[in-house]
Each structure stands twice: as structure tokens, then as C-alpha cells.
């Protein structure tokens, strides 16, 4: 106990907390929408493309978080037009866009010289190493995204139930649909920082994969989520520190086991998942 | 265009890639209070004249008026049954969650009320993921009037349903349609279902060949041109 609250009481720890606490907040939440909808790969795809915008930074020697957070957004905005002027479909054009950002990325910092510190942080996340700058853009757009998504929470539901007739309802579906892509580009570079582009995709779909195996409607599904995104940061990082295990990925296991058990315990009560 | 008709195209064109036009010059009226039903064969347009007709596709050429308006103007009068509600059937959302969340100004007990008038009060809390392919396009139905629409369309509502639920399904859209006074037009691939429920048909094969009364319209000439076979309507004398 003494051990938790000295870790608490340290400041990179403090920071990695409130970091975590907002990414814990905003990843599942939107990751109802996202798994409701369908889009795995398109988090998946987004976080690999920002390799190109951190390359970016680091090459044009300014924030890789801000040039991520650029890349990001043109990526998705990119699909999103790319979906409706061609009949290509989503998850090739998602699968050509990434791997082009992952290749860009690469080729730009194989022309830097040295060890890239900054490089491996963002593919496999380094939380305790978020700054107070990168904690008030984290704490900033996290504020900005819960907002948005309380406002927007039927439009939302509605569009990922069914297109044609959430526009019956008087959604304005194209506008809704670009800005959840933004949205969704935004939160998952945010979440890069914690998790690294490797696993950030994890925390967007793993709390609500478990929450729609035990929420018995609508209103707790969203509820579950988030208190199983937190869970799994909060215990996950005092876990890792304790450990001496990387953050990121001890975070991701503790939602990986806790989705196996999850999954059990609904198999042998209903019989499928 | 007249205010007696509840849908009106005017020379409709529409292709999906500019070369093979699925609709043809479609011009045609159904009047308000009508039960309207579009026939015709596979790949006839059918599907994609309603999606015209609700506003989703915008044709190349002509126009179309709902309720005198353009169908985005009158697009909180019209309701909609698609032939497949394709859904994550995982997620958790209960019929309530459901109507609650397509007709937010309906108070709970309107929609508790509203249901159990059509028997069908029992499946409030059941997750929709859970229901049956009949059950489901009941709902559906529901969630459609619940709006009190003045323009229903089906397509093809009773796909993949059997044949006692299909004609359940039918008799709830009768009953409905009486209740509200809606118009109702429906895409159906079935003659019997115009012979019992339809007093409007409009025949169609990319081109439309006939439309009215479907003991006036679909003559066997006009049905053999249609499907390209012998086919025969027997009408029921107690129907519309």
C-alpha cells in the first residue's frame, strides 16, 4: 500500500495517471462506435499511418505528436473521400493507406542519423514519459472529444445502426459520418502516446468487445466500457511499474485476459458469445 | 404536380455507372392513401426507384415530389422498413433502447401503450439482436409508425420470412395503414401480395409498363411482358 501511494506521489507517475484516466475515458468510449460500425481496421490503419507524421516531426525537428496528430487526420480524411469517389472497398483502401504511411515513415527516418528515442516511444507508447505539454493537449482534445460525443450520442447511434435512416431522422449523415473519421483520427493519435501505434488499436476495441458480452442494454453498454478501459490503465500501469514491465503492453494484456475470461464465463452460460 | 398524390416522378434516369441506366424515362403517380405496391423481375430497379423515391440516390435526369416537396424536404413525413436491417447482432440495444432512440419525443409509455394495443408489449426488453427475422421486421414496422408517417415504404418487407409470419407481417401493414391513413408503396416480387394487400401497382423493367389499379393494369400481356412468362393474378374479393 505504502509502495502504491509513493508511486502515485511521483510526478512522471502523476502525469501518466491523468494521461491515462482521459485516453481510459474517450478510446472505449469511441470504440462503441467504432466496433458497432465495424471499424477495427480503420484504428488499426490510422495508428500505423502516423509513423509517417512522427517521421515528420522528428526529421523537420518539431513536436512528432503534433505532426502524428496532422498525418492522422488527413489519413482518415483521405479514406473518407477516397470511400465515396471510388468503389474500392474501405479495407483495401484502408490497407493501401497505412502501409504507404508505415513506408514513408520508415524511409524518412532511415536518412537520420543516431539512436531515435522519440521513434520507439511512439511505436510501442511510453506513458511515463508524457510531459506537461503533451498532458494538456491529451487533457484538451480529451475534454473537447467527451463533449462532442454527449452531444452527438443519438446522431452517433443512429448512423452506426443505419445509415439511410438515421438520414430519414434528419441526420446529416455525410457531415456525421467525416467528423467521426476526425474524431476517431484524433483519439487514436492521442492514444499513440500511451500505448504506441502497435497497440493503441487495442484500447479502442477491447473494453467494448468485453462490455457487449455483459451489458444488458444500450445506456450500461457505454458505462462498461469506459470502467474496463480505466480498470485496465489504471491497474495495468501500477502493474507495469511494479513489475518493471512495459506500460502499454501490460495494460493490453490486462484487457486480453480479461477478455478470455469474460468470453468463457459467456460461453458456458449462454452458450455463444 | 397535384396535391391529390402522395408520391409524383417525372421522367426518372438513373445509372449506377453512367453506361447501363437501371431506370428508364419512369414517370408515374400514386395517390395519397393508397396502398402502392412496384412489381417486376429481378434487376427490374425496383429497389433502387424506392431508394430514389425516399432521396438516398439522386437520379441523373427528372424529379421526384413526396408529399409535394422533394424527398430530402419531406423526409420527416416518410418512414422506411429496409428489406435487411443488417446490425451487429452483439450489440446490446433492447427494442425499448431502440424506439426510444429512433423517436426520442415518444414517451416511454406511448411506446409501451403503442405495443401492447399490437400484442406485442413482450418483446420490449428483449435485446433486438435476439429476435427472429419476423419479429425483427415487426419492430421495424413499428419504429416506422411510431412517427405516424404520412408515406411508408417497404422493401421487400417480408423477405425471409415464413410463409404464416409473412402474412402476419402483411395484415399488421393493413392495419396500420387503416389506423394512420398512411400511403403505403412497397417493393414486392410477389403477385400474390398485390393481389391481397395492393390497389396500386406500377409495373416495372427498368421501364415502366404499366401502372393503376392491379386488376386494371396487370393484364396477362403486361405480366408476360414483364416476367417473360404465362403468369396469373387472382384477386381476393375482401381486400383493398
Redesign the interface.
Known sequence: MTEILTILNLPFMERALIAGVALGLILPFLGVFV??R?MSFFGDGIAHATLAGVAIGIVADMSPFLSALGIGILFGAGVYFLERKTTISSDALIGVLFTGGLALGIVLISQQKGYQPELLSFLFGSILSVNSQDLAIILGFSALIVFTLLMLL?PM??LA??K??A????VRTELLDFFFYVLLCITIVLGVKLLGIILVSALLIIPPTIA??L???????IGVSVIAGEVFIVLGLMLSYLLDLPSGATIILMGVVTFFLVAMRSIVLGGR? | MDDTYAVQAEGLWFSFNSVDPILQDVSFSIPRGSIAAIIGPNGSGKTTLL?VL???LIPQRGKVLVLGRTPQQA??E???V?QR?T??K?????VM??LQ??H?KCSKEKIVQYLSHLNMGGMLNMKLGTLSGGQLQRVLIERAMLGDPKVLFLDEPAAGIDIGGERTFYELVLHLHREHRSTVVMVSHELDVVANYANHVLCLNRKLLCQGRPEQALSPETLRELYGKEVALFHHRDRP
Open positions: 466496433t458497432l465495424r443519438r447511434t443512429l445502426l443505419d439511410e435512416t438520414w430519414l431522422y434528419g457487449k458480452m451489458a444488458p442494454s444500450f445506456k450500461t453498454l458469445i | 431508394k425516399l432521396g438516398f423526409r420527416g416518410v418512414a422506411y429496409p436491417f446490425f451487429d452483439s450489440f446490446p440495444i433492447t433502447e431502440f432512440l429512433s426520442p
